[in-house]
């Protein structure tokens, strides 16, 4: 049975940083490209960042370029995602995802973790 499970969500101030992480169980973790999408409420979900089976392919949305960094580690199968400059309009429901094919391919999902920032 494939699990994600995310931790490290919380309540921040603005400005400030959370490091999510995502532990994978039950499928052969690296052979997955893995993403963070997010979910506020009232919104639709979206893609937020996305890494390759190595971790030498990283993509981010726009709106958190340059803040926002995913990576992983394969051989404890771990995918984090360290989130600086927080903003209020961050917060949202976090989710780990794993794809086969591409970090847009949502085969696998996590149950979420719920991220808040205050202003």
């Known amino acids: 049975q494939v699990q994600l499970i995310e931790s490290g969500g919380g309540l921040v101030q603005a400005g400030g940083s959370l490091r999510l992480s995502c532990a994978a169980s039950?499928?052969?973790?690296?052979?997955?490209?893995m993403a963070w999408l997010r979910q506020a409420p009232g919104k639709e979900r979206e893609f937020v960042a996305g890494?390759?089976?190595?971790?030498?392919?990283?993509g981010y949305a726009d709106s958190v370029k340059g803040r926002f960094t995913i990576s992983r580690d394969n051989a404890k199968n771990l995918v984090h995602l360290q989130m600086n400059s927080l903003k209020p309009e961050d917060t949202a429901v976090y989710y780990c995802?794993?794809?086969?094919?591409?970090?847009?391919?949502?085969?696998?999902w996590g149950q979420g973790t719920q991220v808040t920032v205050s202003s």
């Open positions: 039950g499928l052969t973790f690296s052979i997955y490209n």
């Open positions: 890494i390759s089976r190595g971790g030498g392919i990283t």
């Open positions: 995802t794993a794809g086969r094919n591409t970090w847009y391919q949502y085969d696998y």
